[in-house]
């Protein structure tokens, strides 16, 4: 593979996909620590907010340690370089949420929708792009459907007014070639001046291959999280991603050893578990399951007795998605019955 000379853009989710895998419990000083050592090394971009975006927390979501205002106002005057972005679903994240962000100086507004429900984007794009804000349609569990499905909600994104579309890979499943087939696609079918993004898990072990078969089909973002901070086994290891990419020629403007700093000195001591991939985050990947389901099965597993690799196994056999989170105490329950 010959990425030489490249340009890639990388974003940083530890402070947002992360939030996941801490329970949406980072401190403020954990938060704006971690972000000032990321705009330090060179990060162009980083993602702070709920771990399922503006306005996420909730019963159905877990409650944060602080609200997406309070992180953001106190992460966003600290950045010298750094963009700040937020994550927003739509039925989650309302219009209100979106004006709020721009107001705490956030400039990137990433909407995310299941990969077939683009059409529940229309209302937060055309508002953020208003704004004239970077505005990406960020289409989640797209090893789900086909290539030409994913264009087709693309479209719709960019119809309402994105200027960059992400192909996630919320469930880490995807390989290398299902990458390339939908990243390809995109970038050969959008027009030029939209942007292609991937976001990676490594429930496979397959996030540094998958990302760049993305750059190698065209994607220019990729999302990724210092020491891999993210849902399930977490997200594409970005201080290791630089590494490979320097190697490669491909420029990113990151400081490889200061990101390595953050990842070790800041990121690794704050995490509740390793992240890592073990039984239950590989399980993950093998049977299709959006990736911050595993706190929510390993939590049912303690309590119904019934294990969280079963729980899993059983959610990708039904083809559940982002929002059934409370499927999962009740697959539980159903389970513990009959197994009684
Ligand atoms: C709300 C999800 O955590 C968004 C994401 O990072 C993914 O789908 O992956
Ligand atoms: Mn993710």
């Not at 990321?38 to 979501?61: F, K, R």
């Not at 990137?108 to 704004?131: L, P």
Request: with cysteine; glycine share 10%; hydrophobic share 40%.
């Amino acid at each position: 593979m010959n990425l030489q000379g490249k340009q890639v853009t990388l974003h940083d989710m530890s402070l947002r996909d992360g939030m996941h895998a801490k329970r949406h419990q980072i401190s403020l000083e954990e938060m704006v620590n971690i972000a000032t050592g990321l705009d330090q090394a060179g990060m162009p971009m980083i993602e702070v907010t709920h771990g399922d975006g503006l306005g996420g927390a909730s019963v159905n979501y877990g409650f944060p340690a602080h609200s997406d205002e309070e992180y953001l106002k106190a992460v966003v005057p600290q950045m010298k370089q750094a963009k700040i972005s937020a994550l927003l679903l739509p039925g989650i994240g309302t219009v209100d949420h979106l004006n709020m962000a721009k107001d705490c100086g956030v400039t990137s507004i990433r909407v995310a929708t299941h990969c077939t429900e683009a059409d529940v984007s229309q209302q937060h794009i055309t508002q953020a792009a208003k704004m004239g804000m970077d505005t990406v349609g960020f289409l989640m569990m797209a090893h789900m459907v086909s290539p030409e499905k994913i264009l087709e909600q693309a479209k719709l994104m960019v119809d309402y007014g994105a200027n960059c579309i992400y192909a996630t890979d919320s469930a880490g499943y995807m390989l290398p070639d299902d990458v390339t087939a939908r990243i390809g696609l995109l970038r050969k079918e959008l027009p030029k001046n939209i942007e292609i993004g991937f976001h990676g898990h490594h429930n496979l072990g397959m996030g540094i291959a998958n990302s760049l078969a993305a750059i190698e089909a065209g994607a220019s973002r990729i999302d990724g999280s210092v020491a891999g901070l993210g849902a399930g086994a977490g997200n594409t290891p970005l201080e290791v991603f630089c590494a490979v990419l320097d190697r490669m020629g491909v420029e990113t403007g990151v400081d490889l050893f200061k990101i390595m700093d953050v990842a070790e000195d800041l990121v690794v001591p704050m995490m509740d578990h390793p992240v890592r991939v073990d039984r239950n985050s590989l399980t993950l990947g093998y049977a299709g399951v959006y990736s911050s389901f595993l706190l929510f099965a390993k939590r049912a597993e303690e309590k119904y007795g019934i294990s969280a690799r079963d729980l899993l196994v059983e959610l990708g056999r039904r083809g559940t998605v982002g929002g059934q989170e409370d499927m999962i105490e009740d697959l539980a329950l159903t389970m513990a019955k009959e197994k009684a």
